[in-house]
């Protein structure tokens, strides 16, 4: 158990519907970190917060969106989906300046049918 | 477009072999280089990293070897062992964000 939980592990979705996956970081970690795995893209940044706000923006599409809770965790909100948004969702945490390496959680894989 | 570089896609090796993952980068901003060793169905793992004012770091049978001049980083794993099995990423830090490469998938036969 790396600290970092994710849920839920698995989610199956049809397209043009909208789902939310959760994250509460490691104790102490202000920072979140939501990447997309995919077979052809790897490990691709979405986003980060640090203690509530948006720090980092990476290549996250328009129809998706985060927050991050007065409690530190966060939520990834993908809306629209289509079936190229299938992929494993990674949420990491780390400590304020995240130089030594993020937790990451296990995952939650998106299937869009 | 990918800010880190990674090779080769896939190694097969014997065990008690050596492994070895190159990689490289371009943004001279980078502080810091970590390794992530990822199973099947699990998140990314820290496994080892090096900061760049160092040429090598050593923990077990895991190496890596720092050329800062080319802009370039190796994994190397001695000794590989069939629990070495996985896919292992490289990745720079910048500006509070990881950047990874494309990953390599070792497999080690016994």
């Known amino acids: 158990d790396s600290g970092v939980t994710q849920t839920p592990k698995h989610l199956i979705t049809a397209t043009g519907q909208r789902v939310t996956l959760r994250c509460s970081p490691r104790s102490g970690d202000l920072s979140v970190y939501w990447y997309q795995q995919s077979l052809d893209q790897g490990l691709q940044f979405l986003i980060q917060?640090?203690?509530?706000?948006?720090?980092a923006k990476g290549n996250i599409l328009e129809r998706f969106s985060a927050q991050q809770f007065p409690d530190l965790h966060s939520e990834l909100n993908l809306s629209s989906l289509e079936l190229g948004d299938s992929a494993l969702y990674f949420c990491a945490s780390s400590a304020s300046t995240g130089l030594y390496g993020y937790t990451f959680g296990s995952g939650t894989r998106l299937t869009v049918v | 477009q990918q800010q880190v570089k990674q090779s080769p896609q896939s190694l097969i090796v014997q065990k008690g072999g050596i492994s070895i993952i190159n990689c490289a980068y371009e943004?001279?901003?980078?502080?810091?280089f970590p390794w992530y060793q990822q199973f099947p169905g699990k998140g990314p793992a820290l496994l080892i990293a090096i900061r760049p004012d160092v040429s090598e770091k050593k923990e077990g049978r895991f190496t890596i070897s720092f050329n800062k001049s080319a802009k370039q980083f190796s994994l190397h794993i001695m000794d590989s062992q069939p629990g070495d099995s996985a896919t292992y990423f490289c990745?720079?830090?910048?500006?509070?964000?990881?950047?990874f490469g494309a990953g390599t998938t070792v497999t080690v036969r016994a």
């Open positions: 943004n001279t901003a980078f502080d810091y």
């Open positions: 917060y640090y203690n509530g706000e948006e720090r």
């Open positions: 990745a720079a830090l910048y500006d509070y964000k990881l950047s």
